[in-house]
């Protein structure tokens, strides 16, 4: 019987392992797929790396002051899936009120979170972000798991609150 359970353990381990090692695959490639798209812009939009998020500035922003964690956040968005680019739209407020959070204490998505710090009033671009920084190994909503996302984000107003 022990002989069974540490037979048992061992092709868990294995299938564990296996699994991880195709995750961290999936979101290499990923990574590498999200970088030809962005080396697809051009030279004059600015591309922010910040903690596995990218973001490709479309149009620059009108203030100096850039988001901040504590600074109360009012922004139109579009979330697609990526597949070399936008894929299908799963949510936007564009057609209706900012979207209002307070960054850095109300819940972003990791990947989100780390795109917008640093944007201005006024700014418009991509953040694009491999699976492991949006949903991870869980479906969420109509979005597959280990899925990259691009959110099209527009600033609308920062009220710094430091």
């Known amino acids: 019987m022990r ?3 540490l037979i048992l353990t061992a092709a868990a381990f294995a299938v564990l392992s296996c699994d991880k090692e195709d995750r961290k695959n999936t979101y290499a490639s990923q990574e590498a797929a999200i970088d030809s798209y962005v080396a697809g812009f051009s030279t004059e939009n600015r591309v922010v790396y910040r903690k596995g ?3 490709v500035v479309l149009q ?3 203030s100096i002051d850039t988001l901040k964690k504590g600074d109360s956040l009012y922004f139109y968005f579009s979330g697609y899936t990526f597949s070399h680019g936008k894929g299908s739209l799963f949510a936007t ?3 209706g009120l900012p979207k209002k959070i307070k960054y850095g204490s109300d819940p972003l998505i990791e990947g989100l979170k780390n795109g917008l710090e ?3 009033v006024g700014e418009n671009g991509y953040i694009i972000f491999s699976g492991q920084y949006g949903y991870g190994n869980q479906i969420m909503f109509n979005i597959p798991k280990m899925t990259p996302l691009l959110f099209d984000i527009t600033i609308y107003k920062i009220i710094k609150n430091n």
Do not use: F, Q
Request: aromatic residues 6%; proline residues 0%; positive net charge.
């Open 3 to 5: 002989r069974y359970l």
């Open 60 to 62: 620059e922003g009108t």
């Open 118 to 120: 640093g944007m201005r």
């Open 93 to 95: 407020n564009v057609e």
């Open 53 to 55: 998020a990218v973001r």
